[in-house]
């Protein structure tokens, strides 16, 4: 499995935009932590999550790929790179038999890949291939409901992120697109499975729906990832 994602995302159509995991802790009770590692089709990445009360959660995560490619027309040989991190502060609860949560947050980075991009046309072209570098930013919305088990458990987490590309650098020209925010639809679907002491493997699967219209750059509609978790209270129920 763990190479199968690998694979996904080094014969990937070059998106510019890659989603990363979710990250959703859906704690139990105050001053629990986790601490997971995943490969994903968004590169190699790191979270951590902590509950600063019985109510509120802390969350932060970072992606990074690099790749190897060549530029389609020319057969120019660039790196292709994603950079991405993320912070977050939500509310948490749960019942008998669920778990929820509700982060919002903001997170930042960069992409390198190969496209066509109108607004490169008076540099390089009409219809042009080029490698180029655009800075992202993101604002999210990130609910979460799961199931309440103390071995495995489910959990859905419906995001939704407001996306922007807001410049792009090739060579010494960069370029601000005149173009407004994307919002993207972003659900996924994570399992996680206890496998000894704190010690959880996760795996996850997730969409990238974009609800505002077209998207002038790739992005991945397909997100999978696997990992490992830390979870200081993956074991505890409330007792109600």
């Known amino acids: 499995m763990r190479y199968l994602i690998v694979l996904a995302f080094l014969t990937s159509c070059s998106p510019l935009y890659l989603p990363a995991t979710r990250n959703a802790p859906m704690f139990t009770e105050g001053g ?3 601490f997971s590692g995943y490969v ?10 902590y509950s600063l009360s019985d109510n509120i959660v802390l969350i932060g995560s970072y992606a990074y790929a690099s790749q190897k490619k060549n530029n389609s027309q020319t057969q120019e040989s660039y790196t292709r790179k994603n950079s991405y991190a993320e912070l977050g502060i939500g509310l948490y ?11 919002g947050g903001y997170g930042f980075g960069e992409s390198t890949s190969s496209d066509v991009y109108y ?12 490698i180029a570098t655009g800075k992202l930013q993101r604002i999210f919305i990130q609910p979460s409901i799961g199931t309440n088990n103390r071995g495995t458990n489910l959990t859905f987490t419906p995001k939704i992120s ?3 590309f807001s410049e792009f650098t090739s060579g010494a020209f960069t370029e ?10 972003e659900p996924a679907l994570t399992l996680k499975m206890h496998l ?13 729906v974009p609800m505002s219209g077209d998207a002038y750059f790739k992005y991945q509609q397909l997100q999978a990832s696997i990992g490992i978790q830390i979870d200081t209270g993956g074991l505890k129920t409330k007792v109600y």
């Open 196 to 208: 000894a002491g704190n010690l959880f493997g996760i795996a996850q699967l997730g969409l990238a």
């Open 40 to 49: 994903s089709s968004a590169g190699v990445e790191g979270q951590a999550a």
């Open 32 to 34: 629990e932590a986790q």
């Open 176 to 185: 601000k697109p005149n173009e407004k925010p994307m919002i993207f639809l």
């Open 119 to 130: 607004f490169f046309k008076e540099e390089f072209g009409q219809g042009v291939e080029t």
């Open 162 to 164: 407001w996306v922007d």
């Open 93 to 103: 609860n749960t019942t008998r038999s669920t778990r929820w949560e509700l982060i």
